[in-house]
């Protein structure tokens, strides 16, 4: 058990697949309500109900309004430390129902959170940027390059308000669990590629799908495969 403010969460109440990967969907700082959290961990509200009831025990989640629509998040950064560094050390902890879920699949591959790209396209998109020199790593965020500032200029992808450039915030992905970008310079991005029509919202909610020109047009801007991962043989 980890002391934080005079109060100690139970880190035992953790270790438990639908409750990691609960838990991994908020350590982003973002609050949610039981229902969304079902659905995360592919579990029902009930099991999910019961799940957050002995986190909230433990320490490990707060309330943070405690009315008729309840909405938790975690308790301390010593939470989101646990949490990453369990999900780190057991990659085999997953929750079948939610990978087995032909909606959570399409949730896996591309999705929006707070309105930028995450799930794979989204953690593609991240290493893309990298790898042109866009974008800089610097291990618990993002740093916005010269050769990214002219990029994002001719790319036109306006920022909804100032950017950062120093700064761009580290978001862990759930689902993958690794981080891709987020904050002004990831909105701008994806309303671009939404924009330019090659992304667009899919039936599911959240869920993103690349079109067929968006396929070819991601590769010769960005060099991946949206849908493989590997250059298309009509692009080689």
């Known amino acids: 058990m980890v002391k934080d403010a005079n109060i100690s969460f139970d880190g035992t109440r953790i270790e438990h697949p639908a409750r990691i990967a609960m838990l ?43 009315g008729r629509h309840r909405y938790y998040k975690l308790s301390s950064p010593q939470v989101k430390e ?14 079948h129902p939610l990978r087995e879920s032909n909606d959570k699949k399409a949730l896996y591959a591309a999705r929006t959170c707070y309105g930028h790209l995450a799930g794979k396209l989204g953690l593609k998109l991240t290493e893309s940027l990298i790898k042109l020199g866009y974008v800089e790593d610097l291990e618990d965020k993002y740093r916005l390059t010269e050769k990214g500032k002219q990029w994002i200029y001719d790319f036109k992808a306006i920022p909804p308000q100032k950017v950062n450039e120093h700064s761009i915030p580290y978001h862990i992905d759930w689902t993958e669990r690794k981080h891709h970008i987020a904050g002004p310079f990831a909105l701008a991005i994806t309303k671009r590629l939404l924009d330019l029509g090659w992304i667009q919202e899919g039936s599911i909610r959240r869920s993103i799908q690349v079109t067929e020109i968006g396929r070819f047009e991601i590769w010769n801007e960005f060099g991946f495969d949206p849908f493989r991962g590997t250059v298309p043989r009509r692009m080689r």
Do not use: C, W, Y
């Not at 609050?31 to 969304?36: A, F, G, Q, Y």
């Not at 959290?37 to 707060?62: M, N, P, S, Y």
């Not at 646990?82 to 929750?95: D, F, G």
């Open 24 to 66: 991994m969907a908020l350590t982003d700082g973002r609050s949610l309500p039981v229902s969304d959290l079902a659905d995360i961990a592919g579990v029902t509200h009930q099991t999910a109900k019961a799940h957050v009831t002995t986190l909230v025990e433990g320490f490990v989640l707060t309330v943070e309004n405690p």
């Open 82 to 95: 646990a949490v990453h560094a369990i999900a780190k050390s057991s990659p085999s902890i997953q929750v």
